[in-house]
Nanobody, 118 residues
């Protein structure tokens, strides 16, 4: 089992930036991918960015390319997301995500609200 706990988020002004951090605990050696998804009411959960622990490959949603940085700290067992030039469409609940390399099992954090508003 892997437990994920998010921190950061809150209210951000349009054009501002945010930093989210996710702390993993438990059987973290099994993690193959780790990153972030987001969800707004009535919509499916969408990829923001994920990073592969073995290859370093990063997959990002087109809507955040150029203003999104994802960073993995293996010793600290964290993954951070930094986003700039935020707009109203970035308002969502952001979820930390991890996937096992052994069996593909997916783990989710409880989610953290990010609201972009003036």
């Amino acid at each position: 089992q892997v437990h994920l706990e998010e921190s950061g988020g809150g209210l951000v002004q349009p054009g501002g930036s945010l930093r989210l951090s996710c702390q993993a605990s438990g059987h973290t050696n099994s993690i193959g991918w780790m990153g972030w998804y987001r969800q707004t009411p009535g919509k499916e959960r969408d990829l923001v960015a994920v990073i592969n622990d073995d290859s370093g490959q990063i997959d990002r949603n087109e809507s955040v390319k150029g203003r999104c940085t994802i960073a993995r700290d293996m010793p600290k067992k964290t993954v951070d997301l930094q986003m700039t030039s935020l707009n109203l469409e970035d308002t969502a609940v952001y979820y930390c995500y991890a996937r096992s390399r052994d069996n593909g099992y997916e783990y989710w954090g409880q989610g953290i609200q990010v609201t972009v508003s003036s």
